[in-house]
T-cell receptor, first 112, second 116 residues
Framework: DSGVTQTPKHLITATGQRVTLRCSPRSGDLSVYWYQQSLDQGLQFLIQYYNGEERAKGNILERFSAQQFPDLHSELNLSSLELGDSALYFC???????????FGPGTRLTVL | AQKITQTQPGMFVQEKEAVTLDCTYDTSDQSYGLFWYKQPSSGEMIFLIYQGSYDEQNATEGRYSLNFQKARKSANLVISASQLGDSAMYFCAMREDYFGNEKLTFGTGTRLTIIP
């Protein structure tokens, strides 16, 4: 158990809908990262937050947005969903004294 | 060019044998970190081992060791005395230490199957 929690574990929705994925980092970790794992793109970095502020952006679509709240949990919002958004979405967190990003169990999103 | 290359899509290894999973990387940065993660069929990403570019000793964590050859830009994972529970996907990843960057770039993975 990495100490990172993600909810829900599975999500099935329809095209055009909007969903919110939630992540709670390890206790005390200020950095949160979101990654997408899909069959065609592999594992790709989406976005990073540090202590509530956006720190870096990767290959994140404009339809996707994220935020980190004062209690350090983070949410990834996906809107106008398309079939191609079906993927495993991971959250990871890192503390200041380690180089390692610890991953949560992931949320498997299926868009029908 | 791919930043992380894993050339073995799949490997089959007899139980109790040692196995080496290959990883080469491409960066012009002097400072970077290399990671290996394991992804079992259940889907979670489990951190295995880390090597910093300035670390002189190869990293070891229990049955895992990282064979770091800086000049060749390779960071192979060695698993000693393989077990059935080692069957999983294994991903090599790199973090380049330029300003503002903390993202991990992953390879395409190697699927390891341990045969009893």
């Amino acid at each position: 158990d990495s100490g990172v929690t993600q909810t829900p574990k599975h999500l099935i929705t329809a095209t055009g809908q909007r969903v919110t994925l939630r992540c709670s980092p390890r206790s005390g970790d200020l950095s949160v990262y979101w990654y997408q794992q899909s069959l065609d793109q592999g594992l790709q970095f989406l976005i990073q937050y540090y202590n509530g502020e956006e720190r870096a952006k990767g290959n994140i679509l404009e339809r996707f947005s994220a935020q980190q709240f004062p209690d350090l949990h983070s949410e990834l919002n996906l809107s106008s969903l398309e079939l191609g958004d079906s993927a495993l979405y991971f959250c990871a967190s890192r503390g200041g004294l380690t180089d390692t990003q610890y991953f949560g169990p992931g949320t498997r999103l299926t868009v029908l | 060019a791919q930043k992380i290359t894993q050339t073995q899509p799949g490997m089959f290894v007899q139980e109790k044998e040692a196995v080496t999973l290959d990883c080469t990387y491409d960066t012009s940065d002097q400072s970077y970190g290399l990671f290996w993660y394991k992804q079992p069929s259940s889907g979670e990403m489990i951190f295995l081992i880390y090597q910093g570019s300035y670390d002189e000793q190869n990293a070891t964590e229990g049955r895992y060791s990282l064979n770091f050859q800086k000049a060749r830009k390779s960071a192979n994972l060695v698993i000693s005395a393989s077990q059935l529970g080692d069957s999983a996907m294994y991903f090599c990843a790199m973090r380049e230490d330029y300003f503002g960057n903390e993202k991990l770039t992953f390879g395409t993975g190697t699927r390891l199957t341990i045969i009893p």
